[in-house]
């Protein structure tokens, strides 16, 4: 007679399908839809960034995201806010000190992760889909082990947003006074979005409610803690909502700057 145990040891380890996957569904599609919204972005916003023009507009002092701070010797002097500091070359973008980390922060992002590892490595391409790697070694070894510095991103990511918001409030204040414009709307729309992005960030809500013990002794930290979570919730949506706002308040201002269209005003 064959033992329970005879039986466990000669059965298969698992059923015998020679599907690579089960799902039924069309489960390539959000991967392909990823490389192609991300592909189109990463083309747009590197060709502005070097493009080193039609980023300001005088009559409204509406400068660019893309080049926010204007930090460069060849940034039109209203627009350096902060001083004018590197050296004006082809190579250099004119908001040098601001892109590298704001691309860090995305790149260490835990959305953008999930969504250039299913989609660019195929690692996994999609829930209970095989892994296109023979081996899986996580974030343990370089570069991935440098997603952990994502904590300290945020941090250039918030200082990065409220220049950004400066800039907003600068914009309401042309060289003829106080006014409002589509370009103001446009510019104010970006910046309560990348707040939304920012403060929804997974690091975010732990600077507001990591390492306590008892919400209810800490009210204030818990309320900002729960207003993160709750942004924190459609991380993903901000994700995605931001890149379309910075592009089109980009796209904006250069139509704006380079005389394309005219700025709808509403006051002054």
Known sequence: MTTTEDSAVSSPPRAAVKARNLRTDNWRRAPILTVLGITAWVAYATFRVFYQGDYWVADYYYLTPFYSPCVSEGCVPESAHFGRILP???????????????????????????????????????????????????????????????????????LISVINTWDAVLAMHSPSGFG?????????????????????????????????????????????WTLSSALNARHMMWAWITLASLALTDFYIMAVAAGWISDLRFIG
Request: net charge positive.
């Open 88 to 158: 004006d070359h082809p190579l250099i973008p004119y908001a040098a000190l601001s892109l590298p980390f704001l691309l860090a922060f995305r790149l260490t992002c835990y959305y953008y992760r999930k969504a250039y590892y299913r989609s660019f490595w195929l690692s996994p391409p999609a829930c209970a889909v095989p892994d296109g790697h023979a081996k899986y070694t996580g974030e343990t070894r370089f570069p991935l082990v440098l997603q952990n510095f994502h904590r300290y991103f945020f941090y250039a990511a918030f």
């Open 180 to 224: 409002l414009g589509l370009g103001n709307l446009v510019l104010w729309a970006n910046v309560v979005l990348l707040w939304c992005y920012t403060l929804g960030c997974h690091s975010c809500r732990h600077v507001m409610g990591g390492r306590l013990k008892h919400f209810s002794k800490h009210p204030v930290r818990y309320r900002f």
